[in-house]
């Protein structure tokens, strides 16, 4: 037993759950809190941040990233009501943040006080778990179990910490309870159910395999399956990356973040193995197919679409009996062509890069992100546009992490999720890759990343538009009212915040960044980079829907989507045509 302050006593509890650095700024209601977290400086570092929103960002892709809750504080009134982004984004991503929310002093409250709020129905929508504390001495256990909720739930706790209570002297004992960090159940999984997939996809002709995020940490399982079973492989756009991105039966993500291949080898496929994801735009395919799902939450089966075969499970395990199966399936037409469906998209990509005659494409800044980043590199991506042409071709098959703002879909993710990525990998490179829109609603954390020396790079491409919004637009035929941008220089802005900035207009420019970069990261740069890449405003490619089969679309709609987008026949012909090549 020790005596000392509640705010002390709390950061104890932060330690005991691995949390070595919370995000936030000072201010009255939060003093005393702060000053715990000041006495256990040695251990928990206090990151300030210029805007509480950026910290509660940060805290929701440090908990993306590593496993390990992320922590964010703001003050009573605005400071706390700033966090709410950064909470919704945890919330609707499933993955565990605790926010610890400042409040008046006790003395004080219910006398409409100074920026004093009723918050905890602010609160209530976001958080599984909110709770204000009523004394000093609750402090440190209701922190304890408002981390614990959090993991249990994979969701957003809340504490509420009148301002004095923190300050309070307590005699505290650490408590003895394990900090599980993971809600683990042990289900049951039958061979009957493993024999019945297997029977399902040995009898269809077109099987693939779809991956979500519940198949994280699945990679040799997921191989090992599709190698088996000559599955071509899908993954929603969150979950790229967990099967290798360079692998050859990889067709990429289906939807706008997606991919020609993805889209073909899907719409064509007689059967989907779905593992480890509640996919909501199922319900919008051909509904000729057979769906098996394997999840491990009960109440996802089934919730958006209607599967043939469900399978409660836990996505690794399954995986890993399906492939100790009796069983290796042959080369097939499909698999074939699907490779080959991949290969050319690839390669049209590629082209797209390479060709800067009317300007810097943004293929050719993620084709560059790609030969210069490391093995095991960490991307934090900003919401829109930047978004596609990163899914599309960021290098995630090693050692690579990703994260992004994936349901909830917030711009400005991408600056605190480099920030976070460096502190929570300081000896890994780290991007952010963010449009210009979406920078400029974060870039004065570009400060914070200066004050602790993180020396992330911050790709910034600049098309002066809010380019996403700009396609619906295209597409709802609406003018291109209230999307255009006003530009910046981002790069000699960063020079002017104690970062280092460069900005690139062509290929050559690039390189000759990139190859300044290397050279700065070789001799132990600890500045923030900011690459301000001034690209082409071209819609780029919507692969949601590809109507490229003239005897399902006709002439007039083909020829209409592969002009708009310079999508060429010859290097990108109808997969059905590239079946009939394998099955001749």
Partial sequence: MANMTAGQALAKVLEKWDVDHVYGITADSVNNMVDGLYQERENIKYIQVRHEEIGALAASADSKL???IGVAFGSAGPGSVHLLNGLYDAKMDHTPVLALVGQSATGVMNTNFFQEMNQDPIFADVATFHKQVVSAEQIPQVV????????ATRSVSVVILPDDLSGQKIDYTERQTKPYKQHQLDLAMSSADVNQVTSAIKNAKRPIMWLGKGAQGAREEAIAVAEKFGLPVLSTAPATGIFPTDHPYYMGARGRLGTKSAFEVSQTSDLI???GTNYPFARFMPQDKTFIQVNNNLADLGKQFDANI??????KRFLSELANTNYQAETTPFLAAA????HLWLDWLDKLAKDDKNGLRAEGVLQAIKENASDDAIFGLDVGNNTEWSIRQLPLNKGQKFTMSAWYGTMGFGLPAGLAGKLSFPDKQVWSISGDGGYAMVMPDLLTEVKYNLPVINVVLENRAFGYIAHEKIQANQAPYGIDLLGANWGEMANN???IGFTVTNLTELHEAMTQINELQAHGNTKPIVLDAKIQNIDPIDTSFMPLETSTFGEDMVNNYRETYD???DGQPAFSDILKDFEA
């Fill in 66 to 68: 590593t496993g390990t």
């Fill in 144 to 151: 304890d179990e408002a981390i614990r909720s959090a993991y």
């Fill in 273 to 275: 193995l779905f593992v």
């Fill in 310 to 315: 469900t399978v409660l499970a836990d996505a």
């Fill in 339 to 342: 490779k080959q469906d991949r």
């Fill in 497 to 499: 915040m104690g970062a």
């Fill in 567 to 569: 999508l060429p026949v």
